[in-house]
């Protein structure tokens, strides 16, 4: 994955979470091999549950965060991460990056 595809899907994620109006509890990233389209599932404790599956918004290049890649976004309930199938090409659950809550680096001290 390209460093501009990763810190332009990390800029989304983190608007994404300043502006939400629900809490988002993780945002995870599904790469595409071929970096046109940015790929996101925001997990929210009270979205409504997916009766038929996962359905993302999609968004062309350019709308609405200035970016040159498209953007795909599906919003889950954390007990269906893991249980729903993913949208055609976006790999597996296996293949996701977390990109929210960003993971703590441990400060090394010195005795």
Do not use: C
């Not at 994404?16 to 091999?33: G, V």
């Not at 498209?70 to 269906?80: H, M, S, T, Y």
């Amino acid at each position: 994955m390209s460093e501009g595809y990763r810190e332009k899907a990390q800029w989304i994620a983190n608007d994404y979470q300043k502006n939400a109006t629900n809490k988002i509890s993780e945002i995870l990233l599904f790469p595409d091999p071929k970096e046109k389209e940015i790929r996101l599932i925001e997990v929210v404790p009270n979205a409504i549950p997916s009766s038929e599956g996962m359905s993302p918004w999609y968004f062309s290049a350019h709308a609405p965060f200035n970016s040159p890649y498209g953007l795909a976004v599906a919003i889950i309930r954390p007990e269906e991460k893991q249980r729903l199938a993913l949208p055609q090409n976006w790999g597996t659950w296996g293949d996701a990056v977390t990109l929210y809550p960003k993971k703590q680096s441990k400060v090394q001290r010195k005795a």
